[in-house]
């Protein structure tokens, strides 16, 4: 089992790494007053995290095959193992965002410059290039976590973006355990993801990105001071992480749901 998990894990851990990161491109983006070409930039690490994401699917489910040929052992301790995953990427991703807002700032900057990723890439890689990587790193201070306290907290934003984030944690690995409570009915259970990422899908493209979106605009138009961008996206990535542990709690519950759809087809 523990070999079985190793690669899931670590695929989990990057999936959530690279989405995570994406709201440091954002942040960069406004600082450098080009969002746009930000955006096209978290075309990287979209790339990076469906990569990882196709490499786990198979591996996700040769593990719930393995369990049930083996009689099960401990298959549910292993889904909660890699929802853990999500939890450290996550922290990785808030460890290293100050530093990655800023590397996101200059890649800004150099792909206006140069006109396309690949030629991007091809001047980054310079020696002298990456030498001044250095300069741009910034661990997290205690500081940049007072300042979350201060002012006002966007309350809603932060709940649904949890929410969001612990069904997506948890969806796709109800849905195989569910599949592994149900075996004569595995191949249904298996694609009744949509029943549960719908719903996170739902509120992200109504609810979250609109919001995002519209405090970005604002910000480019000097309504909105970015500090008070930093401040949203450092509860976006806290929300992120509390989401990923409220998944925990949540996997039982939605295999079931999905084992009591799946009893009615």
């Known amino acids: 089992m523990i070999y079985q998990l190793a690669l899931p894990f670590l695929f989990t851990m990057i999936i959530h790494a690279a989405d995570s990161m994406s709201y440091a491109l954002r942040l960069g983006g406004m ?32 593990m719930i095959d393995s369990a049930r040929v083996s009689g099960g052992g401990s298959i549910q301790m292993g889904l909660h193992i890699i929802i853990l995953a999500a939890a450290v990427g996550t922290m990785i991703a808030i460890f290293f965002f100050p530093t990655t807002v800023r590397w996101s700032a200059r890649m800004v900057v150099h792909l ?7 030629a991007m890439m091809k001047s980054l890689f310079h ?7 250095w300069f741009y790193v910034c661990l997290p201070r205690l500081s940049m976590f007072k300042q979350l ?3 006002r907290v966007p309350r809603r934003l932060i709940l ?12 796709v690995l109800a849905t195989l355990y ?21 719903i996170a899908t739902i509120l992200l493209a109504m609810l979250i ?29 806290v929300s992120r992480l509390a989401g990923t542990m409220v998944a925990q709690f949540l996997l039982i519950p939605f295999a079931l749901w999905i084992s009591w759809i799946v009893g009615f087809l």
């Open 31 to 62: 600082r450098t007053r080009r969002i746009t070409i930000a955006i096209s930039l978290s075309g990287m690490l979209l790339l990076l995290s469906r990569t990882s994401n196709m490499a786990q699917g198979p591996l996700l489910g040769s």
């Open 112 to 118: 206006e410059k140069a006109g396309s990723i690949p």
């Open 127 to 133: 020696l002298s290039k990456l030498k001044n990587a």
């Open 149 to 151: 306290m201060i002012g």
């Open 160 to 171: 649904l973006n949890m929410i969001v984030t612990a069904i997506y944690t948890c969806g």
């Open 178 to 198: 569910a599949a592994y409570m149900n075996p004569e009915q595995a191949v249904t259970a298996s694609q009744s993801t949509g029943l549960i990422n719908g």
């Open 209 to 237: 990105d609109p919001k995002l979106a519209l405090l970005s605009d604002r910000t480019l138009r000097g309504e909105i001071p970015v500090a008070h961008m930093n401040k949203i996206y450092g509860y976006m990535l």
